[in-house]
């Protein structure tokens, strides 16, 4: 009778073992997963923002030369000398 109590209860326990397991490689799974997505989105981020820099320098090295400077503001902000009249082609 006491055999058969010890071998209840290692099977009890070995079962609450897997559980507990279970639950925590499934837990750390899922975190990983939500981890690798966030990273992801990170790089794609990173990427827009390396791409954004490198369109701000180059626009900001232009900028420094006077006639880029004067193309840039009338294309822009649409401004104009005196007398003179422009029109907007939008494509």
């Not at 071998?7 to 507990?20: G, N, S």
């Not at 639950?23 to 990170?42: D, Y």
């Not at 954004?52 to 193309?71: A, F, G, V, W």
Request: glycine content about 4%; proline content about 0%.
């Amino acid at each position: 009778m006491s055999f058969e109590v010890g071998r209840k209860f290692w099977i009890a326990a070995t079962a609450v073992i897997v559980v507990v397991t279970l639950f925590v490689v499934g837990r750390n799974s899922l975190h990983a997963v939500k981890i690798k997505r966030q990273i992801n989105a990170m790089t794609r981020e990173k990427e827009y923002y390396r791409t954004k820099i490198e369109q701000d320098s180059t626009l900001l090295e232009r900028l420094q030369y006077d006639d880029y400077l004067e193309e840039y503001a009338r294309e822009n902000y649409h401004m104009q000398r005196r007398g003179e009249h422009v029109y907007i082609i939008k494509e």
